[in-house]
């Protein structure tokens, strides 16, 4: 069975369920059966979160087989490397360079993110690209954007055109911040062509 | 047409074509959204009920009416509903009853991971597992005419992974279906032990024509003919892991799991060299089937505990699973992410206060529950929806002087109205000297933020009669309520101790809205005076996300911290501050 699967993680509340959501609707409107499982209720609550997209032309069932992953997406670098095991060997890590400390921590001095964690990633992941979404997002003066953004900058690996996405953006999002999320999703885009 | 929807969104789908009129339940992951979607189509009246018992009974008099009607819940809520459910299958129905219980395998948001596939077989109503979206739309749409053919309430049977998935839909038009209207029939509705006795026999009687249908039916039961060396038989969720693991197996992929159809599944097997049951927890169709005869594997093959996956389905079919995993993250000491409360969340200084004085908490179900994890730990003990209450009067009562003046239970105004109200009505007349907490943030916050009889909402956002927490305590007779704001800590703890000073049952309620609820703007971040700060770490403690370590100091976080104060109200030092303010 022909299947990718591209696996979203990060902290709850980054809007891990929106970008998922918009990928399984850019598939839809290319014509392929796509299958999705997501996490609600009380991981939700600033703990880690994954969701887990399959698309092809059939897709038997919804859940991610660790070491199957041909793409990570993560908001976090932490939560890049909690997911990277996922990934199969000829996979790539899209990873934010973003940093949110876990609560695990106290004042100790080094007790809080995981040190040298840029090094951990590029060692362990077969390939890592960085896409400074956040950095990105702020540039255009909305924070929400980071999400299209790492969507642009994963889309050209996969089957679905231009006019899906387009097409999956306008169903997703309401009228008022439509063009803005297009013009999000080119900058990934171009963000991946100029330097990858 | 193709749609992509959630499985949850495709059960409202379906009872929408089937021309369900009414709706209720209680939220609970994984079937909140079920109730939700059903709102956004304007023909169907829509409700939340204040537990599942209760919904379950206006869905069952809407069914009396003639008309159809859908119930939803968690696997927990139908422990809640059991009275009605089970004895609902001796009345029968008149128009359609579909209720779903939504198990969480894995327990990835409850308590308990029971599989209440065996109380639809205790219960013995029908029973039907969908395994997708698609199949969640047809099979809750067609569970009505199920539920009125065989006289019985039908329950639609999810997991998990079936209502949080995402897929593609073929809606289709609602069907032609007029409401019966209402039909006095004293021995099948009044369950008096000399009609109970007959309907008994109707329950039978109605199993035998169930099995029936499902022996005989292959829209329900369909086999998916394949290789004659394995035939493996299957259902809901675990259907795709094993279509996946082995597509050239033969499959019987069972769409109705109560009855199951025994002969079917025999003929079945004798048409294969070796015959396996894939299904998710307990080895209910395993057992059936080996007891009627069947030579049959299965349970010894998959884990007793958690949800399915591809991997652990290959492990069981194939020995091995296919995928190999080559990202080795041995010798990476990966720091932990539980859930936490949020930045701003009324329950921090409530919590960070038990936590201080030292408290013994009863504690419940809902947000407030992370208070139970590190750095605040601030909780003994929580067991099911409303047990705070009775739990705290039975420690107190005998937990010696040690617990007198300590004890305490920490209970949501959603869950309150759920079913604390009967524990504290036990407090009053049973003479408890123990303190009940109320927190009161007018929201179902750990769900998703549904209203609930405090809210003054309904489940379209109209304006509802809204019921208030401190009058129903003084209504049902306790002296002592008096209501705090959790956001002032010092009069909290001062209330607090006035009142487990009390010889007599006392109620505080910390009134202040659900951050996310509410949808307040956030508020300025405070600000720390480094130069005054001593690093003892109190404000770390407070467990929030909005404050971390930074080079063996506090550092605030200005797009987290919503300017609440917690942190600022316990340090000694005074260090941490609104700007423009005064210190706290």
């Known amino acids: 069975m022909d299947i990718t699967n591209i696996l979203f993680s990060g902290v709850g509340g980054q809007g891990i369920l929106t970008s998922s959501r918009v990928l399984a609707l850019a598939a839809v409107h290319a014509g392929l059966d796509v299958k999705m499982s997501e996490v609600h209720g009380m991981a939700q609550r600033g703990g880690n979160v994954d969701t887990h997209v399959r698309i092809g032309k059939e897709v038997p069932s919804s859940l991610i087989p660790a070491g199957g992953a041909h793409f990570l997406v993560s908001f976090e670098k932490l939560e890049a490397l909690r997911y990277m095991a996922y990934l199969r060997s000829d996979g790539i890590a899209y990873v934010c360079p973003l940093e949110i400390p876990p609560l695990t921590q106290n004042l100790k001095k080094d007790s809080g993110y995981l040190k040298g964690i840029d090094g951990i990633l590029e060692e362990k992941a077969p390939r890592v690209i960085w896409v400074d979404a956040p950095a990105m997002a702020r540039e255009l003066g909305d924070l929400r954007m980071v999400n299209v953004i790492l969507l642009g900058a994963l889309s050209k690996r996969l089957p679905m055109t231009e006019e899906d996405w387009e097409a999956a953006i306008r169903e997703r999002f309401p009228a008022k911040v439509q063009e803005a999320c297009i013009r999000a999703f080119r900058m990934g885009v171009d963000h991946v062509a100029s330097n990858h | ?584």
């Not at chain 2, 996946?244 to 002969?263: D, F, N, Q, R, V």
């Not at chain 2, 099911?384 to 617990?403: D, H, I, N, Q, R």
Request: with cysteine; aromatic share 6%; glycine share 10%.
């Open chain 2, 1 to 584: 047409m193709r749609k992509l929807m959630l499985g949850n969104e495709a059960v409202a789908r379906g009872a929408w074509e089937a021309c369900v009129a009414f709706g209720s339940g209680y939220p609970g992951t994984p079937s909140t959204e079920i109730l939700e979607a059903l709102a956004e189509y304007e023909e169907v009246a829509v409700q939340w009920a204040p537990n599942e018992k209760v919904g379950y009974e206006v869905a069952m008099g809407v069914s009396l009416s003639g008309h159809r009607a859908l119930v939803t819940m968690k696997h927990v809520g139908l422990n809640v509903a059991a009275d009605p459910f089970f004895s609902s299958s001796y009345m029968g129905v008149n128009g359609g009853l579909v209720v779903v219980s939504a198990d969480d395998p894995g327990m990835a948001s409850s308590q308990d991971e029971q599989d209440n596939r065996f109380l639809a077989k205790a219960a013995k109503v029908l029973m039907v597992e969908p395994c997708d979206p698609e199949e969640s739309r047809w099979m809750a749409r067609e569970a009505f005419a199920l539920s009125e053919g065989f006289d019985s309430p039908v329950l639609l049977r999810m997991t998990t992974r079936v209502c949080h998935q995402t897929g593609v839909v073929n809606p289709q038009e609602r069907e032609a279906w007029s409401p019966k209207g209402y039909l006095k029939d004293i021995p099948k509705n009044v369950l008096l032990p000399s009609h109970s006795k007959a309907r008994r026999f109707k329950v039978e009687e109605r199993l035998v024509r169930a099995r029936e249908l499902s022996e005989a039916s292959d829209r329900w039961n369909p086999i998916l003919p394949g290789s004659a060396d394995i035939g493996i038989v299957t259902s809901g969720v675990s259907f795709g892991y094993v279509r996946e693991a082995m597509p050239e197996a033969s499959i019987l992929k069972l769409g109705m799991t109560h009855p199951l159809p025994i002969e079917r599944i025999r003929l079945f097997a004798s048409r294969v060299k070796r015959l396996v049951v894939i299904e998710e927890l307990e080895p209910y169709m395993e057992t059936e089937i080996r007891n009627a005869g069947i030579e049959v594997t299965g349970r010894e093959l998959l884990p007793f505990t958690g949800e399915l996956n591809l991997p652990l389905v290959e492990k069981a079919l194939l020995g091995a699973p296919r995928h190999k995993v080559t990202v080795d993250l041995g010798g990476v000491q990966m720091p932990t992410r539980p859930p936490t409360l949020c930045p701003g969340c009324s329950h921090r200084g409530m919590f960070t206060l038990f936590r201080d004085m030292k408290l013994r908490v009863m504690g419940d179900i809902g947000c407030y529950t992370l208070g139970a994890l590190k750095p605040l730990a601030a909780m003994d003990a929580c067991m099911c929806m409303g047990a705070s209450v009775g739990m705290a009067e039975g420690l107190e009562k005998f937990g010696g002087p040690k617990e007198k003046g300590k004890t305490i239970g920490v209970i949501g105004d959603s869950t309150f109205f759920h079913s604390g109200i009967p524990g504290l009505i036990d407090m009053i007349v049973n003479r408890s000297a123990a303190t009940l907490v109320i927190l009161d943030n007018r929201w179902t916050a750990m769900t998703g933020g549904q209203p609930h009889p405090g809210t003054g909402k309904d489940i379209r956002g109209n304006d509802a009669p809204q019921l208030n927490v401190a009058q129903v305590c003084r209504a049902l007779g306790v002296q002592r309520v008096r209501e705090v704001d959790p956001f002032d800590l010092e009069a909290t703890r001062k209330a607090l101790e006035e009142e487990l000073a009390a010889p007599e049952v006392s109620v505080v309620v910390a009134v202040a809205p659900c951050i996310l609820g509410a949808r307040l703007k956030k508020g300025e971040a405070v600000q720390i005076a480094i130069e005054e700060c001593d690093r003892c770490g109190a404000c770390i403690r407070v467990g929030c996300m909005g404050i971390h370590e930074k080079d063996g100091f506090p550092d605030v976080d200005p797009d987290l911290c919503t300017g609440c104060c917690v942190c600022a109200q316990v340090c000694e030092k005074g260090a941490i501050s609104l700007p423009g303010a005064g210190r706290a």
